[in-house]
């Protein structure tokens, strides 16, 4: 089946410090990848994506980079901000589906 | 811009009773799901629909019922309340069922079952 794993949250990081989140998945057919974020009270809206192998999504200094070899889409910051306290998640969808497959969320803190 | 908007926010509820949450989407988006979010499991799909007039069960469907009269409208019902069903609801619409197209979701209905 389908299915996505992220790392297990919350994590804390100070401010100015490097972030991964791991994301892996399984899928059946080829997938289209997804990060979205939730900010406090608010809806997920997307982060960015990858439609096919090393594609590289960006957004507001996020990246994550689609490899198939080790199906992963690690989601990388160089440099967080108390603004990107939120928690990610990542997903998956399958051409022709209407379903988004996602993992279990990462709560991110960022402290001053 | 509106986008997909959710009605009520906030809503308790006691057990066996009846409720339907709102929503709308003012893109001419042709798909629209509704998804739970619960603790530690992400959000799972409760039911979708590709247009108006059709609909289908995701992967947690029992207990709640949609309809799709018109395209801006996808509302859920919960028939009976369980407290099982406390959870965040969430409405997203999307334009086609290309897998890189982008889902737009609601800012979601807390529903707390007592």
């Known amino acids: 089946g389908n299915s996505v794993t992220q790392m297990e949250g919350p994590v804390t990081l100070s401010e100015e410090a490097f972030l991964t989140i791991n994301c892996t998945y399984t899928?059946?057919?080829?997938?289209?990848l997804f990060w979205y974020v939730q900010y406090p009270g608010e809806g997920l809206q997307l982060l960015l994506k990858?439609?096919?192998?090393?594609d590289k999504g960006s957004n507001k200094g996020f990246e994550a980079t689609y490899r198939k070899e080790t199906t992963s889409f690690h989601l990388e910051k160089g440099s967080v901000q108390v603004s990107d306290s939120a928690v990610y998640f990542c997903?998956?969808?399958?051409?022709?589906?209407?379903?988004?497959?996602f993992g279990q969320g990462t709560r991110l803190t960022i402290n001053p | 811009n509106a986008g997909v908007t959710q009605t009520p926010k906030f809503q308790v509820l006691k057990t066996g009773q009846s409720m339907t949450l709102q929503c709308a989407q003012d893109?001419?988006?042709?798909?629209m799901s509704w998804y739970r979010q619960d603790p530690g499991m992400g959000l799972r799909l409760i039911h979708y629909?590709?247009?108006?007039?059709?609909?289908d069960q995701g992967e947690v469907p029992n207990g709640y019922n949609v309809s799709r009269s018109t395209t801006e409208d996808f509302p859920l019902r919960l028939l009976s309340a369980a407290p099982s069903q406390t959870s965040v609801y969430f409405c997203?619409?999307?334009?086609?069922?290309?897998?890189?197209?982008?889902?737009?979701f609601g800012q979601g209905t807390r529903l707390t079952v007592v």
């Open positions: 997203a619409s999307s334009y086609g069922d290309r897998a890189a197209t982008e889902a737009f």
């Open positions: 990858a439609t096919k192998a090393d």
């Open positions: 893109m001419n988006h042709e798909y």
């Open positions: 629909s590709v247009g108006a007039g059709i609909t």
């Open positions: 997903a998956l969808r399958i051409q022709g589906a209407q379903k988004l497959v």
């Open positions: 899928a059946t057919g080829y997938p289209s």
